[in-house]
């Protein structure tokens, strides 16, 4: 799974990718920059986040 990588400033694959809900009842992809390490985070819809779960890119923490 891809998301914006705030360090190097560019779309990176993220790794152990945790899938979070919001405050707000929003879904959340929570990783690390394969490459550099740092946190990243990509705003997902409800059946964006389930397929991702089902096809085994992230884990459900919710």
Do not use: P
Not at 22 to 32: E, I, L, N, P, R
Not at 38 to 56: F, L, N, P, Q, R
Request: net charge positive.
């Amino acid at each position: 799974m891809e998301a914006r990588c705030m360090k190097c400033k560019a779309q990176k694959e993220m790794s152990e990718v945790q899938m979070t809900m919001t405050a707000k009842g929003g879904y959340m992809a929570k990783g690390k920059c394969k490459v550099c390490g740092c946190g990243m985070c990509k705003i997902m819809t409800k059946a964006d986040a389930e397929k991702a779960v089902s096809d085994g890119q992230a884990k459900k923490a919710y």
